[in-house]
């Protein structure tokens, strides 16, 4: 005698756990993008930029190694040795080259023609990752570069004034050189990560990255004084917000992910900053960069693991204002 139907239900398929890289790169995106904003703020409170640099590493690095304390809590750890030691010194050493190369290039070009072609770190990645498996890149990673560089473009290259040329010429080798560095920072640190996890590598490198920018802050020179409280309060958001948050979640997700879908999704930064500057500086934002806007987020929306989250999200505001 077979037993009712009506008091069982078919077992219901165990549902996929749920990716949090992808968010964990946007948040870090946004964050670091909110950096150009907090550091404007802070120049407008009268810091100068040697001690604005100065202070962000210099107060990110007690967050940096309190954090290690307690994402790492109860895990096993990696006994550090020099073998540890030494790769995340590297790891150091080519971030702060980026940190330098950039900062000289937005000094010489100015940060629209520098963003533009920083922002060619994500092709550094592909090709390195191209080069080690001996293979091309994916044709959606491709296809995501191409989209999102052309949104990059619409939206900066209209503004980009008249430079002398041989200014031209170093700013734009200074601007080359902090992408080539940056790129294979986020390349290198990938297996780091794995080895040391996400928190201890950040905790080192950025210790080391400290112990090279505050000396060439220094050397530079200019108003190295801490003029008010609000000029101190919006270096503590540029170290803690802006700086120890998106470092964690951005080699989370490197480790989670992989460096080459991470560098793509962070293409959309430079447009998430000049969108935010529309929205707290006052910045107006033309028809044509509006535009460029929209091109950079379908770039970012074409990689895969990232349109799905996005659109389930979108589709539950629609629910939620039907």
Do not use: H
């Not at 000094?107 to 091309?136: D, E, H, K, M, N």
């Not at 802050?217 to 801490?226: E, P, Q, S």
Request: aromatic letters at 10%.
């Amino acid at each position: 005698m077979s037993a009712p139907a009506s008091g069982f239900s078919a077992p219901r398929s165990p549902k996929a756990p749920v990716d949090w890289a992808p968010w964990m790169v946007l948040i870090s995106t946004i964050a670091l993008s909110f950096k150009g904003i907090s550091a404007k703020y802070a120049y407008d409170a009268g810091m100068g930029v040697g001690m604005v640099l100065i202070l962000r590493f210099v107060l990110a690095a007690p967050f940096f190694w309190a954090g290690e304390r307690l994402l790492g809590a109860g895990r096993p750890r990696l006994p550090l040795g020099w073998a540890e030691i030494r790769p995340c010194i590297l790891a150091g050493v080519l971030f702060s080259v980026a940190t330098y190369s950039d900062f000289s290039s937005v000094q010489l070009i100015g940060a629209g023609l520098s963003r533009v072609i920083l922002f060619t770190y994500p092709a550094v990645i592909l090709i390195i990752g191209a080069f080690s498996r001996r293979t091309w890149p994916a044709r959606r990673q491709m296809l995501a570069f191409a989209i999102t560089y052309l949104g990059l473009l619409i939206i900066i290259v209209p503004s980009v004034g008249l430079v002398e040329r041989g200014v031209m010429l170093e700013g734009v080798a200074m601007s080359l050189l902090s992408s080539v560095t940056y790129g294979s920072f986020l390349v290198y640190s990938q297996s780091l990560t794995g080895r040391l996890g996400s928190a201890r590598f950040t905790a080192i490198s950025n210790t080391v990255t400290m112990l090279m920018i505050v000396p060439f802050a220094l050397a530079m020179g200019g108003d190295l004084t801490i003029p008010n409280t609000t000029a101190l309060i919006w270096a503590v958001v540029i170290a803690t917000v802006c700086t120890v948050l998106p470092f964690f979640l951005l080699f989370e997700g490197i480790r989670r992910w992989g460096a080459e879908r991470t560098g793509l999704m962070t293409l959309s930064g430079p447009a998430l900053t000049i969108a935010m500057a529309w929205v707290l500086l006052g910045e107006t934002l033309t028809p044509l960069q509006l535009a460029g806007f929209a091109v950079v987020m379908a770039g970012v929306g074409t990689l895969q693991g990232v349109d799905r989250p996005v659109l389930r999200l979108l589709r539950r505001g629609r629910r939620a204002e039907a």
